[in-house]
């Protein structure tokens, strides 16, 4: 089908006059200096691979015609651009590539480039054709140099020998100049050191040195949906990037590496692409900068902000957080340190620490963050976490946290912090209480519930620590009884139980799939029924939020007995959640408006119920004391929004659908009803 946008002529890499990596070695500005400025002009995005590292959004495929290219190397052109990359896709399988080739050459353009795996380079007259046009430059997607390896990740295993034979042919042209892209994937960690060699021999059989930039992986399209095989920790990106380096560096390769934060890699930074280039995305006619696409996606937390680097980092894909957390991202506070002793030093243990409910929506954050702090973790939940982001220093124990045999050696061997996110009631309050001696020096934070209010509607907003409670329903009344059982364990048996009454939660892992029905419903151009007006709001209730502000909690003094609300400053609306959820995904979005009492009436009619990720009304807790204690969480509402989209993004649907989806048939009833109007947002 094609575009619904116009083709994306402003977006371009430009030289940085400076950066606070400090200046780039000779051979990286080099590199950057005979590409930059680089406009880039999309040509489709179909492609003749389907590489499981791939960022490029296939789902929907775009295809631009000739005269949209032309326009754009027009435009180019006229505002005074020199070089242009052509790029998908695959930008090879144009028909009419060498004519666009003519073209850019013809309007102006000295650089004419394409990015490209290089399969269709293996036909030398092919290649001859495009150099024949105008062709001056090609940057070559070649992840390995092992011909097998390079089969097995694209699925097919005559890509290896051509993309080889691409790059021989390269060589073998002096008019062309070209760049070997690769990206650091899962598979590919341990063979980076040998690729550099393979790259090395070839340069010097063909007499000539091809450059060499390594790129972590962008976690979006196929490479976020192959996560669990593909998307390595970042630790792991470095060390491989690192070793990839000392080997280009001692066989005087002209290597560089991009999109891996420099906090990861110190003692690097004048190898870094970023020294000396960045993306930007401009409007030609202006002049004016626009936002990247990408960046709606990368996210910094407020320790970034103590970082020596943090000017020249464009911060953390949500895709990378919603998969590996913070744990790996720590500020660089000194200079970089030499790269012969980059290892990082052991952190100082700061104590041991028990999750209950470590694999949930919220112990996961928990547990991520306890890890960063250096702290020895033991989580206790009914199912051990199976999923390649778990980290295997984390102490799994599985059973029934009402068992006495399961709850009291874990409290016998006293840690210093007990997170209890799976207490429900007065039993399991009780058994807490009776594994813990008088006296206890476990610090105990335990997770309440906005429903030991009861019933909202028609109360005053926010909420504070002073409204009555008035639980309605089990969940709220287990939650109140419990914790009346564990205040007064505080008073009679000296117990240091801090209770932290949480908002509605979302994130990533939601099993509920509350925040996956939305996502999945944006991505297939459906409807999205919001109750209202797509005002009511709630409490940040981000679980990376809510996280740390349990932690908080842990560390504050004189809390013990204390009751506290818990939840970032902000708040969020249905609309805003929707509006930012569609940025993130780069879709449109169509919602339809309901008048409660509208849809009561329709739900009665029809004898169902439209389920909803936000309530109509506001429902909100107050947290000024949590912040009056000192509490600033690390990222804002939206980061936590776009870094929960991109975790549901690839995840399918659970079978039978959620109770969250509303079915086209329905929607358009809802339509119809009296007061329900519709909104596009894009």
Known sequence: MPSNRSVHAEDMTVLRSASDLGPPLPHVRAIFERLAPLLYVHVGNRCNLQCPYCSVDYRRVVSVDAEEVRGALERGAAAGLRKVSLLGGEPTLRPDLPELVAYARQVGFELVDITTNGLRLADAAYLDALIDAGLTSVQLSLHASDPGLIGALAADPTAGPRALAALDNLLARRQLWPLVATVVARPTLAHLPAHVEAIARRSERAGRTVPLLLTGMIPQGRAFENRAAMLPRPRETAEAVSAAMERAHALGVAAAYRNVQPCLLPGWEAWSADACIENVRRRLSTGETLPMQRDAAMLKRAECGRCRRSKACSGVHAGLVATWGWTDFQPVRGPGTNPGARRRARRRVAGRAVVVGGTGLVGRQVVQRLLEGGWRVTSLSRHAARDPAWDPTVVQVTGDRRDPAVVGPLLADAPELWIDLALFGAPEAEALARACPDGSPTRVVVAGSIAEYGALHGRPMPLDEDTPLGAD?????????????????????GLAVTWAVLPQVWGPGDRRYRDGSLVHALLAGRMIVLRGDGEGRVTDGYSGTVAEGL????????????????GGPETLSALEYVRLAAETLRCDATVLLVPSQELARFERGRGLRVRHVFPAADVLLSTSRLQAGGFRPSCTVADGVRATVYAHSDRPPPAGGSPYDVPDDVAGALARLPGARTLRLG
């Open 551 to 566: 932690l908080h909690l842990a560390s504050a003094p004189g809390l013990a007995g204390v009751r506290l609300h818990v």
């Open 473 to 493: 329903d089990p969940y709220g009344r287990g939650k109140v009884e419990a914790w009346q059982v564990l205040k007064a364990c505080v008073a009679d048996r």
